[in-house]
């Protein structure tokens, strides 16, 4: 079965600076990836998928940019941090066929 | 945007059955229903699927009607621990998007 490996599961960063937050997936190959961003006592907002390396789509303008440089890695990042970017970052992947997703635990994120 | 229509929130007795109804008019033929829940501050979590026929498996059942423009997840036992938000989604394997709708959040009550 698929594993997802999401780190750092909380993280606090000042207003300004960068962020990296990496996903990892173990157990399938060539997957859909998704990023998705929750705002406290929000739905799950998409911010980007990738069917295939190097192919991103991105469903928000926003602060923020995504990258796949392996099969089984999708990375989420910004240059400059605003406090709006604070929320629960979720990432999920999805194998070939009708299967379903599968969500990491995900990170925290707190802009101050 | 979202394909789907759920109500914002039920409540449920413990160990009574809890019917969770979603509406989804627009469904094309190769999609699929999901449905997905998410206790608080974790991943949601997959529940079940099908295309038109019901499902069941150790968590749940899922009906479908017979036009597919609505269906109806039961969880046969509620316990506390089911106290969450559930998301009915609708979705083809030749579709990269995900998207989730705002969800019900089913509290259950001692």
């Known amino acids: 079965s698929q594993t997802i490996h999401q780190w750092p599961a909380t993280l606090v960063q000042p207003v300004g600076s960068p962020l990296s937050l990496e996903c990892t997936v173990e157990?399938?190959?060539?997957?859909?990836l998704y990023w998705y961003r929750q705002a406290a006592g929000r739905g799950l907002q998409l911010l980007f998928y990738?069917?295939?390396?190097?192919?991103i789509s991105s469903e928000v303008p926003q602060n923020l940019s995504a990258s796949r440089p392996q099969d089984r890695q999708f990375i989420l990042s910004s240059k400059k941090l605003l406090l709006s970017d604070s929320g629960f970052y979720l990432c999920?992947?999805?194998?070939?066929?009708?299967?379903?997703?599968?969500f990491g635990q995900g990170t925290r994120l707190t802009v101050v | 945007d979202a394909k789907t229509t759920q109500p914002p929130s039920m409540d449920c007795a413990e160990g009574r059955a809890a019917n969770l109804p979603c509406n989804h008019s627009?469904?094309?033929?190769?999609?699929?229903v999901y449905w997905y829940r998410q206790i608080h501050s974790q991943g949601p979590q997959y529940i079940i699927h099908?295309?038109?026929n019901n499902e069941t498996n150790e968590m749940a059942s899922l009906i479908i009607t017979e036009d597919r423009k609505s269906s109806t997840l039961i969880l046969p036992h509620a316990t506390l621990r089911d106290t969450a938000v559930y998301y009915c989604i609708v979705w083809a394997s030749n579709t990269g998007k995900l998207i989730f709708g705002q969800g019900t959040t089913l509290q259950v009550k001692p």
């Open positions: 157990g399938t190959s060539n997957p859909n």
């Open positions: 999920a992947c999805r194998g070939q066929g009708n299967t379903e997703a599968f």
């Open positions: 627009t469904i094309s033929g190769n999609e699929y």
């Open positions: 099908g295309l038109k």
């Open positions: 990738s069917v295939g390396i190097g192919q």
